[in-house]
């Protein structure tokens, strides 16, 4: 498979909604599976549950990950990622409200790629998400998963 596959984890409709119309508005047109927790999140990278048809490497290219997730939140979820030789350079960039520095350097300690605060100001927003996916999806050259 050769498309690149955005996932987005995120639990809040509204802030899920707000990202889906960003992501429109900025013209990504990459396959996004949505996760809606940090457990469907971890089965959908790893492989496991309703997903176990998949292999890693044909996983996300890229990853948006909300800290405050239902049943495992994300800092786990980046810590498990980050965690394994398989999925360890998948660029993940949290995307949250949280503006906690203890959540800003944890998360940098974890391996995250960028951490940014979800703007109020739809506009910005979507400046943001333009600004991520020129980056992440189209000028970085990341590696080859195994």
Same mark, same amino acid.
């Given at each position: =498979? #050769? ?14 909604? =707000? ?16 996760? /809606? ?24 290219? =890229?990853?948006?990950? !909300? ?5 495992? !939140?994300?800092?786990?979820?980046? @810590? ?5 030789? @398989?999925? /360890? ?18 998360? +940098?300690?974890?391996?995250? #790629?960028? +951490? ?7 506009? /910005? ?8 996916? =020129? +980056? ?11």
């Amino acid at each position: =498979m #050769n498309e690149i596959e955005i996932l987005l984890v995120e639990d809040n409709p509204d802030d899920l909604e =707000m990202t889906l119309h960003a992501l429109r508005e900025a013209k990504v047109t990459n396959h996004i599976h949505v996760a /809606r927790d940090g457990a469907e999140a971890l089965e959908f990278i790893f492989c496991e549950g309703a997903f176990a048809a998949s292999e890693i490497k044909d996983g996300p290219k =890229m990853i948006l990950l !909300d800290l405050k997730l239902p049943k495992v !939140d994300g800092k786990e979820v980046l @810590r498990r990622i980050k965690g394994d030789p @398989r999925t /360890r350079k998948i660029p993940v960039i949290v995307l949250t409200s949280s503006k906690e520095q203890n959540d800003v350097v944890e998360s +940098y300690d974890l391996g995250v #790629n960028s +951490y940014i605060v979800k703007p109020v100001n739809f506009e /910005r927003f979507v400046a943001a998400v333009q600004e991520l996916q =020129m +980056y992440w999806l189209l000028l970085n050259q990341p590696p080859t998963l195994k």
